[in-house]
């Protein structure tokens, strides 16, 4: 895995829209906070073994990263 050495929660998913629209590939989760808190990825569609988990970084995160 390219994030192993990677601090950060959103290294098991993917952004399918990173810097362009036109992605064939649509979110199926989005970053959020459980009920203590802790910052997690929750799906917003079914997710069926062997799909990919795609969630947005959001604009800041691709401006800082551009």
Not at 5 to 21: E, I, L, M, V
Request: some cysteine; charged content about 30%; hydrophobic content about 25%.
């Amino acid at each position: 895995m390219d994030s192993m050495h990677t601090n950060c929660f959103a290294k098991y998913a993917n952004d399918t829209k990173g810097t362009t629209d036109d992605s064939s590939y649509k979110n199926n989760a989005k970053i959020g906070l459980d009920d203590n808190d802790n910052v997690c990825i929750i799906a917003t569609k079914k997710i069926r073994s062997g799909e990919e988990v795609f969630c947005g970084y959001g604009k800041r995160y691709w401006k800082k990263h551009l």
